[in-house]
């Protein structure tokens, strides 16, 4: 039985690893968050002694420091980040703030004999690709946005406390993740809340910029094999998935699965921030999961058929 700590745990990506982690595994499992995005209507919904919530900022030296000395994590898994794309926009400050986290967990991680950091990495990173799909080893750094800058600053952390300190890591670089309990901050679950209330959706330009979605299920999968059998230490992992679809297709599909009557309203297009493409080479997470990915359809009827729960902060 390992220790292990989610910082971030009551956000979407990862109150949906904690859930695994609890109801399919014997580990002790703490979740760590401040709660400014995360919400604790998230949190495992076993009622046992396997997992426990401590409200802390990882960002204050003090509160982290105090959960890592008490437990002596075996493992950590670091995905606290200010996120969602208008909040990142809007405090550029608050953004950088996180690689102050990173430092702090990344110190006491070397400090109190962790074996291995899993970091919650982004797409963003690849700011505009200068390559399709986008493969680990191509990281252009031409992106100025706060958000992709912390997310590059951290991988440069792991890679440096490696050499310096012998600190295993694994990076995960997300691709859009959706599924049930995401808040509305995403451009998924921002259409499906709108389509269900028969509300217009809204495009930022022409809605041709392409994305991919990953649902949760082969997100969380990935990870946790990565994790369980020790696959791509002191690496870079993708995780998204391949099936490239354009915004405006994106609004169409879930105008279908959900038989809204919702109508697609295109808005100036963002001054900054909303890449032409973003597809990610999968061959690694592939071989994680062993099986093919669930298709956006069928990622939507899940999340219908599990009742929709979206979190608006």
């Known amino acids: 039985m390992a220790k292990i700590l989610i910082t971030g745990g009551a956000g979407f990506i990862g109150s949906s690893l ?13 979740i760590v968050d401040n709660l ?9 919904k076993t009622e046992n002694d396997s997992w426990r919530f401590i409200k802390a900022d990882c960002n204050n030296f003090q509160d982290i420091s105090s959960v890592m000395l008490a437990y002596k994590f075996d493992y950590v898994f670091h995905y ?9 926009l809007d405090n550029p400050k608050l953004v950088l703030d996180d690689i102050i986290g990173i430092k702090n967990v990344l110190d006491l991680c070397k400090n109190t004999n962790v074996k291995r950091v899993f970091f919650a990495s982004s797409s963003e990173v690849y700011g505009e690709p200068i390559e399709h799909p986008q493969n680990e080893a191509t990281t252009p750094l031409n992106s100025r946005l706060p958000y992709a800058v912390v997310k590059n600053v951290g991988e440069s952390f792991l890679r ?9 890591y694994t990076i995960f670089r997300f691709f859009n993740t959706y599924g049930p309990k995401q808040s509305t901050d995403f451009v998924m679950s921002k259409f499906l809340n709108a389509a269900l209330k028969n509300r217009d959706i809204t495009i930022f330009g ?27 230490i002191n690496d870079t992992v993708n995780i998204g998935s391949t099936q490239e679809v354009t915004i405006l297709e994106l609004a169409e599909i879930i105008i279908k699965e959900t038989g809204s009557k919702s109508k697609i309203v295109h808005l100036p297009p963002l001054k900054e921030g909303d890449m032409k493409k973003r597809k990610p080479d999968i061959e690694k997470m592939r071989k994680l999961l062993g099986r093919n990915l669930l298709p956006i359809s069928e990622g939507v009827q899940r999340i219908l058929a599990a009742g929709t729960k979206f979190y608006g902060k």
Do not use: W
């Open 206 to 232: 022409d809605g041709l910029q392409t994305r991919t979605f990953c649902y949760i299920d082969d997100n969380i999968d990935a990870c946790l094999s990565s994790f369980e059998h020790g696959h791509y």
């Open 160 to 168: 440096s406390y490696k050499q310096e300190f012998d600190l295993d």
């Open 80 to 88: 606290a980040a200010v996120v969602g794309v208008q909040r990142t």
């Open 36 to 44: 400014l995005t995360g919400d604790m209507r998230r949190l495992p």
């Open 18 to 30: 904690a859930e695994r982690l609890v109801n399919t595994t014997d580990h002790k499992v703490v």
